[in-house]
């Protein structure tokens, strides 16, 4: 079975930084792409950023263009979220996501087929 974990969620001050990352196991992820998402209360679930193991490819959410960086270390199966000058408007739970048939500039969240638990995010000012 296909197993994502999150970790490094928490508390953060406003215009701090935070690092997610994802670990995946239970087969290869070569072709796979993984994304985050993120949910705040009473809204819905919207795409931040994703990657793509085959060709590195990435996308960005406009909200988060230009303080934040996926990442990826083949050799773990791990992806990282880098997001720094957060905002109170980016609290929420962040999840990670994968899926092999999806493209990286998909924005739906119901086009990736495996999910981690997610893990809270929380900015303060």
């Known amino acids: 079975q296909v197993q994502l974990v999150e970790s490094g969620g928490g508390l953060v001050q406003s215009w701090g930084s935070l690092r997610l990352s994802c670990a995946a196991s239970?087969?290869?992820?070569?072709?796979?792409?993984m994304g985050w998402f993120r949910q705040a209360p009473g809204k819905e679930r919207e795409i931040v950023s994703a990657?793509?193991?085959?060709?590195?490819?990435?996308y960005y959410a406009d909200f988060v263009t230009g303080r934040s960086t996926i990442s990826r270390v083949d050799s773990k199966n791990t992806v990282y979220l880098q997001m720094n000058s957060q905002k109170a408007e980016d609290t929420a739970v962040y999840y990670c996501?994968?899926?092999?048939?999806?493209?990286?500039?998909?924005?739906?969240?119901?086009?990736?087929?495996?999910w981690g638990q997610g893990t809270q995010v929380t900015v303060y000012s």
């Open positions: 990657i793509s193991w085959s060709c590195s490819a990435t």
């Open positions: 239970g087969r290869t992820f070569s072709s796979y792409v």
């Open positions: 996501a994968a899926d092999q048939t999806v493209v990286a500039s998909n924005r739906t969240p119901s086009a990736y087929a495996y």
